[in-house]
């Protein structure tokens, strides 16, 4: 009961005209982004970070959060319009989506994906604000050395469930956590790493070197992209009919339960949530030789559980201060710019940003519902627009971000060098999601071992003797070195083989 | 198996300057780790994942696939946006927000997009212009006024 009066104090907040135009910009821009290929969430995240030191706390996560899962709506019109995933996780509806449009049965698919996104989202909401508060309440136990293992924990999760080598994802991951070194050490004030060069003092800035990663690097590789071919310019009849909801009524229901779990899973993602949703559908389906060909059920599924996904995603930032991936990471970045300290204890001591963010959630999956249906025929308009027209203005508000962080030029150097980075990165095969993490908690997982390592007088056994500290060293050993001894990695060959499909 | 090796004595030589830098900051303070400690493991362990995957790629030697990379077709093309950004960056004090903007798209529609210069120029105005009421005159950002400072 508790829950829901909470819940619904958030929504009341939410719903303040300053927090309802941010969400409502927040929802636009990230259906935006989800429509465009080349700027994904993290990208427009990254490139609005330097807005935290002008915005409102509340009204300025509300907008980040909204980005989030209104990318979950946008990237299913491109893939079922143009057959392209305005993101990964529309990659699957692309099979189903575009077969539908190609039957002139895209309203239909467009409309389920907006109502399998609302309903998953929605639940998912709900499973959050229960199961958030809980998993922090356990949270407040942890010590330094528990901390520091969790870290490593989710780190290694993240490396584990790579979609390339896992060495390479490593890799990654410690070149982020030695970015984090650059600057005054955390505890002697030395500077490390700095060559002299001024605007290293303050280490290497996240905002910089996320909008080079995902927003400068996706110009430099979308280059040569031409704008996308609608197959069905004119959508009619976006309300499914009677035999669809029968039709998706299930795969809707199983797609909220899968998604809901695999996001809330430290490591695993939406893009994953969704080709589970995919193959389970297609598994227990009478007629399975239907996927691919127009199935409404390939596109229900799916759909609801990236946004289920996407919302249960949250639970291990929000309750244990865990950031599980980039976009993740990004949201940790801004709440940190905000002197929201993400941790067990942010619930706590910050509820009212806590429930505004989920009661601003509740108000986004309605708007995306009521503003998405009629707004196709903008996004289809949107998708016509050439690329040279498009990345100059990604670059300039690149810049534009990097530069007003610090009123810095070196700032934007640095955004520049992570943009050639994040290319070459992007060409020779390497994840920047893991390098993000490691840049983002490299500080506090350093603090931790330190702060450990003090209280037990430099013995490294501080972190096998405790047993949650224990637990997740054990479980972050097992995912390095299992690979090696069984030469593959849990769940990993079904995904890569669904990726395929 | 070239480009390989070629990207793993990059991590090798990193490793081995981060390791020795990182010594030299001091691993330990009697029984408290160092302002050293951190990057020292960190650089360490990049240096034998880089061994492990030179040592794997030097057992397979299987050989490189550069058409797959597909740099050699837009190298040309990246260079320009870079040396498009890395110019905004130098000239940005020197002559403020509004003029680099304008240069730096109608450099990125002239050179990279090959419009024509009433569709570059009209553009490139449209987007400064713009750019400059929305982030400056709006939301105050401190963005340099350069040459423009007497007016705006």
Redesign the interface.
Known sequence: MDTLHSLAQGILTAASPLNLLYGFVGVLLGTLVGVLPGLGPAGAIALLLPLAL?APPLAYLIMLFGITYGAQYGGSTTSILVNIPGEASSVITCLDGYAMARQGRAGPALGIAAFGSFIGGTISIFGLAYLAPALAEFGLHFGPPEYAGLMLFGLTALVYLAHGPM??A??MA??G??LA?VGL?P??G?P??TFDILVLRDGVGLTPVVIGLFG?SE??VN??TQAGEVFQKTIKGLLPTLQDWKDSALPITRGTILGFLVGAIPGLNVVIATFAAYAVEKKISKHPEKFGRGAIEGVAAPETANNAASCSGWIPLLSLGLPTGSVTSLIFGALLIHGLAPGPLFIKNSPEVFWGVLGSMVIGNVLLLILNLPLIGLWIKVLQV?Y??L???I??FG??GA??TS?N?GD??IM?IF??VG?LMK??AYEPAPMVLGLVIGPL??TA??RS??MS??HVGIFFQRPIAAFFMGAAALMLLSPLLTRRRLGHDIIEKLEEQ | MK?EII?CSF?LLLSFY?SI?SYR?GL?T??????????FI??I??GL??A??LVNSIRKSSPDNNSE???A??AK??LY??A???A???L??LLGFFFC?FL??AF??KV??A?RWPVTLS?AAA?ALT?HFF?DVL?????PRGLLSWLI
């Open positions: 002008h060495d390479k490593l890799l410690l070149f956590s030695l070194s050490d505890v002697t030395q490390r790493f400068v110009v430099l280059l040569r050439p040279f027209f990345f100059p203005l670059i300039l810049i534009i530069y007003t009123g030029t934007v150097v520049i943009g050639v290319y060409k020779f997982l350093e071992i330190r390592m003090i007088k430099g | 480009r990207i991590w981060l830098e900051l330990s009697g029984n408290r780790p160092g302002p050293g400690f951190f990057p960190a650089a362990a990049i994942i880089a492990f995957r990379l597909g740099i077709g837009e093309l990246v946006v870079i498009g950004m890395m905004y960056a130098f940005l004090d903007t730096l798209v990125y529609l990279i997009a419009r553009f987007v750019s982030f939301l105050k950002a401190e963005l």
